[in-house]
T-cell receptor
């Protein structure tokens, strides 16, 4: 079974500081990993994904994440936080074991950016 | 042009009522999904449809019945609404069942009183 754990339900950073949102996964098969962002009262938007190949993946808005199999982690980073980054971030895993891209989400991390 | 659109955006109803949420995607995708987000923001898959056929049905009460009249639409019918059904329901689609990118609608906030 697939599952995701996001450490820290709330993270606060100063504008311009490093953003680090943690995600650990559990999967019985090679996982596909995703980060989604949710702005208030909006749907989810894909930030980036890892399927195969290069373990460091770059996404939109300057975010990137690194797949570390040995640590079963897929942490999300951004070198310099911007006020517009304030949102809810969800890590998700999918294995297509059910024959579709059913995403199993973590409980989310709310990012606050302090001016 | 909204890629995945849901209606209504907000729905307030009394316990015991029957309601529907509609979802349409104009992306030409084959696969559509329903997710439920509870009050703690936890998201969980409910159903997956591929070309109008159900391919996954997670542990969901049978009061919830998805219906796909064509591959661009996946509606969610809920019978005998309960307080615990209050949540935000998200529709999503992907190009096909093996495609890794899912596009989400803006959600329908259902409140049962």
């Amino acid at each position: 079974a697939q599952s995701v754990t996001q450490l820290g339900s709330h993270v606060s950073v100063s504008e311009g500081a490093l953003v680090l949102l943690r995600c650990n996964y559990s999967s019985s098969v090679p996982p596909y990993l995703f980060w989604y962002v949710q702005y208030p009262n909006q749907g989810l938007q894909l930030l980036l994904k890892y399927t195969t190949g290069a373990t460091l993946v770059k996404g939109i808005n300057g975010f990137e994440a690194e797949f570390k199999k040995s640590e079963t982690s897929f942490h999300l980073t951004k070198p310099s936080a911007h006020m517009s980054d304030a949102a809810e971030y969800f890590c998700a895993v999918s294995d297509f074991g059910t024959g579709a891209n059913n995403l199993f989400f973590g409980t989310g991390t709310r990012l606050t950016v302090i001016p | 042009d909204t890629a995945v659109s849901q209606t209504p955006k907000y729905l307030v109803t009394q316990m015991g009522n029957d309601k529907s949420i509609k979802c349409e995607q104009n992306l030409g995708h084959d696969t559509m999904y329903w997710y439920k987000q509870d009050s703690k923001k936890f998201l969980k898959i409910m159903f997956s449809y591929n070309n109008k056929e159900l391919i996954i049905n997670e542990t969901v009460p049978n009061r919830f019945s998805p219906k796909s009249p064509d591959k661009a639409h996946l509606n969610l019918h809920i019978n005998s609404l309960e307080l615990g059904d209050s949540a935000v329901y998200f529709c999503a689609s992907s190009q096909d069942r093996m495609n890794t990118e899912a596009f989400f609608g803006q959600g329908t906030r259902l409140t049962v009183v």
